[in-house]
Protein backbone atom coordinates (compact mmCIF):
# COMPACT_ATOMS: atom_id res chain seq x y z
CA UNK A 1 0.00 0.00 0.00
CA UNK A 2 1.27 3.77 -1.11
CA UNK A 3 2.16 5.88 1.54
CA UNK A 4 -0.02 8.99 1.98
CA UNK A 5 1.84 12.10 1.43
CA UNK A 6 1.16 15.36 2.97
CA UNK A 7 2.15 18.38 0.93
CA UNK A 8 2.85 21.62 2.34
CA UNK A 9 -0.12 24.35 1.90
CA UNK A 10 -0.03 26.28 -1.17
CA UNK A 11 1.08 29.91 -0.71
CA UNK A 12 -1.33 33.11 -0.54
CA UNK A 13 -2.88 34.10 -3.74
CA UNK A 14 -0.23 36.80 -5.30
CA UNK A 15 -0.98 40.50 -4.70
CA UNK A 16 -1.25 42.80 -7.93
CA UNK A 17 2.15 45.02 -7.68
CA UNK A 18 1.71 48.75 -6.62
CA UNK A 19 3.47 49.80 -9.55
CA UNK A 20 2.63 52.80 -12.04
CA UNK A 21 0.66 50.36 -14.23
CA UNK A 22 -2.57 51.31 -12.29
CA UNK A 23 -4.92 50.97 -15.13
CA UNK A 24 -4.04 47.88 -16.25
CA UNK A 25 -3.94 46.74 -12.48
CA UNK A 26 -7.89 47.80 -12.84
CA UNK A 27 -8.27 46.38 -16.42
CA UNK A 28 -7.16 42.90 -14.76
CA UNK A 29 -9.17 42.58 -11.87
CA UNK A 30 -11.87 44.11 -13.69
CA UNK A 31 -11.52 41.18 -15.59
CA UNK A 32 -11.46 38.48 -13.52
CA UNK A 33 -13.93 40.47 -11.29
CA UNK A 34 -16.14 39.34 -14.69
CA UNK A 35 -14.54 35.82 -15.54
CA UNK A 36 -15.91 34.79 -11.58
CA UNK A 37 -19.24 36.58 -12.32
CA UNK A 38 -19.55 34.52 -15.07
CA UNK A 39 -18.92 31.30 -13.43
CA UNK A 40 -21.14 32.53 -10.64
CA UNK A 41 -23.75 32.60 -13.01
CA UNK A 42 -23.10 29.37 -14.77
CA UNK A 43 -23.17 27.70 -11.08
CA UNK A 44 -26.53 29.51 -9.98
CA UNK A 45 -27.78 28.17 -13.51
CA UNK A 46 -27.23 25.03 -12.45
CA UNK A 47 -29.24 24.77 -8.65
CA UNK A 48 -32.67 23.69 -9.10
CA UNK A 49 -35.07 26.14 -7.26
CA UNK A 50 -35.94 25.15 -3.96
CA UNK A 51 -39.40 25.72 -0.93
CA UNK A 52 -36.84 28.84 -0.23
CA UNK A 53 -35.95 30.41 -3.98
CA UNK A 54 -37.58 33.80 -4.66
CA UNK A 55 -39.98 32.87 -7.61
CA UNK A 56 -39.40 34.81 -11.11
CA UNK A 57 -38.22 37.99 -9.40
CA UNK A 58 -34.93 35.71 -7.96
CA UNK A 59 -34.50 34.57 -11.70
CA UNK A 60 -34.73 38.30 -12.81
CA UNK A 61 -31.92 39.56 -10.43
CA UNK A 62 -29.61 36.20 -10.41
CA UNK A 63 -27.39 37.56 -13.23
CA UNK A 64 -27.09 40.78 -11.20
CA UNK A 65 -26.08 39.14 -8.05
CA UNK A 66 -23.55 36.87 -9.66
CA UNK A 67 -22.01 39.83 -11.26
CA UNK A 68 -21.74 41.86 -7.92
CA UNK A 69 -20.70 38.47 -6.17
CA UNK A 70 -17.92 38.48 -9.01
CA UNK A 71 -16.74 41.93 -8.22
CA UNK A 72 -16.67 41.19 -4.55
CA UNK A 73 -14.64 38.12 -4.68
CA UNK A 74 -11.94 40.04 -7.25
CA UNK A 75 -11.60 42.96 -4.70
CA UNK A 76 -11.11 40.99 -1.87
CA UNK A 77 -8.29 38.61 -3.81
CA UNK A 78 -10.19 36.85 -6.58
CA UNK A 79 -8.67 33.93 -7.48
CA UNK A 80 -5.52 34.56 -8.59
CA UNK A 81 -6.63 35.34 -12.16
CA UNK A 82 -5.59 39.25 -11.95
CA UNK A 83 -1.95 39.14 -11.49
CA UNK A 84 -1.41 36.24 -14.90
CA UNK A 85 -3.16 38.74 -17.05
CA UNK A 86 -1.83 42.02 -15.47
CA UNK A 87 1.57 40.17 -16.61
CA UNK A 88 -0.04 39.80 -20.18
CA UNK A 89 -1.35 43.34 -20.39
CA UNK A 90 2.39 44.31 -19.47
CA UNK A 91 4.01 42.38 -21.75
CA UNK A 92 1.41 43.09 -24.74
CA UNK A 93 2.30 46.76 -24.05
CA UNK A 94 6.32 46.15 -24.37
CA UNK A 95 6.87 46.64 -20.92
CA UNK A 96 8.61 45.00 -17.85
CA UNK A 97 6.65 44.27 -14.56
Do not use: W
Request: hydrophobic share 40%; no cysteine.
Amino acid sequence: MDDIRISPPLPPTPRLPSASNAPAQKTARDFEAVFIGQMTQLMFESVEPGEFSGGHGEQMFRGVLAEKLGGAIAERGGIGLAPKVLEQIIKLQGGNQ
